[in-house]
């Protein structure tokens, strides 16, 4: 079982930046992709970026330009970086890490991320 930790949520205006993180409870050896998606009131989860061990990247076109995904294998976490956010960016973020072989998954918590003036 893997535990994945996130933080880095919270209110934020209109044109601004927040980055989140997410942490690893143990070793993601094997080849895996890290990722992060969003759930708005009323939507689907949807994803907004993920990228793989090896550092292929996904992104949403909706995100594109704006936000950045990165990880580090040693730390075990992934970031996104979200810069000139827009309040159709509110939602809870939700980070994922699928085993590509295996095809186990594990989900985090969530964290809110609210864009308003």
């Known amino acids: 079982q893997v535990q994945l930790v996130e933080s880095g949520g919270g209110l934020v205006q209109p044109g601004g930046s927040l980055r989140l993180s997410c942490e690893a409870s143990?070793?993601?050896?094997?080849?895996?992709?890290m990722g992060w998606y969003r759930q708005a009131p009323g939507k689907e989860r949807e994803l907004v970026a993920d990228?793989?061990?090896?550092?292929?990247?996904n992104y949403a076109d909706s995100v594109k330009g704006r936000f950045t995904i990165s990880r580090d294998n040693f730390k075990r976490t992934v970031y996104l970086q979200m810069n000139n956010l827009k309040p159709e960016d509110t939602a809870v973020y939700y980070c994922?890490?699928?085993?590509?072989?295996?095809?186990?998954?594990?989900w985090g918590q969530g964290t809110q991320v609210t864009v308003s003036s």
């Open positions: 990228i793989s061990n090896g550092g292929s990247l």
């Open positions: 994922k890490l699928i085993f590509i072989f295996t095809g186990n998954s594990y």
């Open positions: 143990r070793s993601t050896f094997g080849t895996n992709t």
